[in-house]
């Protein structure tokens, strides 16, 4: 399993709006092979002593944190992804006025090497 997880800040009265993007962004996602999806709003978030997710992406005051993460079966199923919605003619409607700043979203892929989760 690979897991392109993510962090950003979005003004607080555009959760709407980021949640509206985020499906529609997500439809692709699953359409070009992702497993699952999560889109995670603030609502305990706490200011750290050295770093935190607020520093990390550089929120600012009237900014929520998302956490997002999707899971795919490889990263080579990722990247043929990836590449294909660059080339994907819906891509060219990504609203002009975004609900957050992307240069300040923090982003990375991973190995998944646990996941437990409850049976039954």
């Known amino acids: 399993m690979y897991v392109m997880g993510a ?3 979005v ?5 709407g709006e980021y949640l ?4 529609w962004m997500n439809e692709m996602f699953l359409e ?14 706490a200011d750290g002593e050295h ?14 944190i998302v956490f ?6 490889d990263k080579e199923t990722h990247d043929a ?9 819906r891509m060219q409607k990504m609203p002009e006025d ?8 923090i982003f990375g892929g991973f190995r998944n090497i646990y996941h437990g989760k409850k049976e039954g």
């Open 7 to 9: 962090v950003l800040g």
């Open 11 to 15: 003004k607080a009265d555009r959760e």
């Open 20 to 23: 509206e993007l985020a499906r």
């Open 32 to 45: 070009f092979g992702a497993l699952e999806i999560a889109e995670n709003w603030e609502v305990d978030v």
């Open 51 to 64: 770093t935190d997710f607020r520093r990390a992406v550089a929120a600012e005051e009237d900014e929520k």
């Open 68 to 73: 997002s993460w999707i899971t795919w079966p």
């Open 81 to 89: 992804a990836h590449e294909k919605m660059l080339q994907d003619e």
């Open 98 to 105: 975004m609900p957050f700043e992307g240069k300040r979203m």
